[in-house]
């Protein structure tokens, strides 16, 4: 990768405890189920990858681990806290402790960059207004968009927004950083340079990386941990390398984009050729 | 389904509806002291609610007032009592078309505006966002909004009222001939506090119903263009119905505590 140059080249870390644990976790929505037993941990200060399928719920995780919504069975635990079961206020607490770059990067439309980077600092502290101001121009520094910050979101590019929603989850020194889809819609110098802001906040401030894609390019060279989903669980989990070379043939698939597999290419349907002659949909 | 099952699931639908406004409500009152702490979030809701609306509120009162004026002169004319036309303008605008037609006005103007902003602010994950970052979107979006609305709607209502009177005046004295000295007179020794009361309780009421109607549909918009859209129709269906229902039960409650 390019852009990577300046960056150190990618050493083991230590391994730590893990600051997400997930058990046996079952989830359904209208009676479909999304996770069947699903099961992972997320290593506090490394970078993690959860990959899989379009619609295999990966989004969905992200949701859990918030505690958007909350598990139909199972355990999810956030640095010893037991999500689903924390009171609102518990619940804000430990959020507090998060930051999460949205795939759109869900800047509010009415406040222009520097407001946005601003807004969890008003929110959440009673700092000077020029303290707030040092650390907004920080932030944007860190991004590379401090000149931009007196546009409004609707003058950014995609890769813009992405780059002040990062900021902005970044304002409050968070103790983990949730990336749902960092890279979709991106142009090449865009998604290089996400890349290279995720693992600088892993390396520069120690921060634990979550990063929901499927792109298998940008995560074999970003991930420390990789993990697969497909029909509500855990398929595959370990390194890039590892992954490669796992015998599992959606994994097989999924990391070498073949169009036909486990997955198939046809939505379940009847039969082509009957639907044809019958004149119904 | 049988007639009388889809009156059950209608009836439930209704229950579970007014329950969940209930409920929203409640979320909005324990915000409120909360709200009221930053007030600089709730004069920039006044002022959306409130200014922003202010010239169609303006238009529709002087058009009403000249309506009013016209009609009721006709009426009057035949029993020779030319001379109450201040009094039944005054009358007929504090107590009911002032605070009606302003919350219908409102429901259109504000109540639209306040339901699709929170809407599309669903949609483009703006309040997961600030879920995500802490911040509880019903302090920080909605309670401003709804009281900016309570307090914009009375005040509307008021210079409504205002211009409607003077729109009747205008119309009244000036092209119908019309005795100024017995207008204002007449008007002046029919009119008193109460009437002025009933139309600013029902200006907060309909202010507070229209409010509380925008942002739970805004807020509980399906996140989808469709979805926004229904949220922006339902606010100005259910306002206007309410508003309505909301008329005739405090008229009939009014009318009972003076008499």
Request: hydrophobic share 50%; proline share 4%; glycine share 10%.
């Amino acid at each position: 990768m390019s852009n990577n140059e300046n960056m150190p080249a990618q050493q083991p870390r230590p391994a730590g405890d893990n600051i997400v644990e997930i058990h046996d976790v079952h989830y359904s929505v209208g009676g479909r189920a999304i996770f069947s037993g699903l099961s992972l941990s997320i290593p506090r200060g490394r970078i993690t990858a959860i990959m899989g399928p379009s619609g295999t719920g990966k989004t969905t995780l992200m949701r859990l681990i918030t505690g958007q919504i909350k598990p139909d069975q199972g355990r999810v635990v956030f640095d010893g806290l037991d999500v689903p079961n924390l009171k609102r206020r518990e619940l804000y607490a430990a959020r507090r402790r998060m930051g999460m770059l949205f795939q759109n990067g869900a800047l509010l439309t009415d406040m222009d960059v520097f407001e946005n980077v601003a807004f969890p600092l008003r929110e959440h502290t009673r700092l000077p207004e020029a303290l707030i101001r040092n650390i907004v121009l920080t932030k944007l520094q860190a991004v590379g968009l401090r000149g931009a910050a007196r546009l409004m979101p609707a003058e950014l590019s995609g890769g813009m927004a992405r780059r002040v929603a990062l900021a902005r989850a970044m304002a409050t020194d968070p103790e983990v950083l949730i990336y749902d889809e960092p890279f979709t819609g991106l142009d090449p110098i865009s998604m290089g340079m996400i890349v290279r802001l995720v693992r600088q906040m892993n390396y520069a401030l120690g921060i634990t990386s979550i990063v929901v894609s499927h792109d298998v390019e940008e995560l074999a060279i970003l991930a420390d941990t990789s993990y697969i989903i497909s029909g509500g669980k855990v398929v595959a989990a370990g390194s890039f390398l590892e992954l490669k070379d796992h015998d599992s043939e959606i994994v097989n698939q999924f990391i070498n984009g073949l169009a036909d597999g486990p997955v198939p290419f046809h939505y379940p349907a009847g039969d082509y050729y009957e639907q044809l002659l019958a004149g119904t949909v | 389904m049988s007639l009388v099952g889809e009156l059950t699931d209608g009836l439930r639908g209704f229950v579970t509806a007014v329950g969940s406004v209930t409920v929203f409500l409640g979320r909005i009152l324990g915000q409120t002291p909360r709200a009221f702490a930053r007030p600089g979030l709730i004069i920039d809701q006044i002022y959306n609610a409130g200014a922003l609306s202010l010239i169609i509120i303006m238009i529709c009162g002087l058009f009403v007032g000249l309506v009013l004026a016209l009609q009721s002169y006709q009426l009057l004319e035949r029993f020779g009592s030319e001379d109450a036309l201040g009094t039944g303008a005054a009358l007929a605008l504090l107590k009911e078309l002032g605070p009606v037609v302003t919350a219908l006005l409102f429901a259109g103007r504000a109540g639209t505006a306040l339901a699709s902003e929170i809407g599309l602010m669903r949609a483009t994950d703006q309040l997961t966002a600030m879920e995500m970052m802490a911040v509880d979107p019903i302090r920080r979006v909605v309670t401003p909004r709804f009281i900016g609305g309570v307090v914009a709607m009375p005040l509307l209502a008021m210079i409504f009222i205002a211009i409607g009177i003077f729109g009747a005046a205008f119309e009244g004295v000036q092209l119908l001939s019309v005795d100024s000295a017995s207008f204002w007179s007449q008007m002046r020794s029919a009119v008193d506090v109460k009437d002025v009361m009933e139309g600013l309780i029902k200006g907060c009421v309909f202010g507070a119903a229209c409010s509380l109607i925008a942002v739970y549909e805004g807020f509980n918009a399906i996140p989808t263009a469709e979805g926004v859209g229904r949220a922006t129709t339902r606010t100005v269906v259910i306002s206007a119905v309410l508003t309505l229902i909301l008329d005739y039960m405090l008229t009939a409650v009014m009318l009972a505590t003076r008499s």
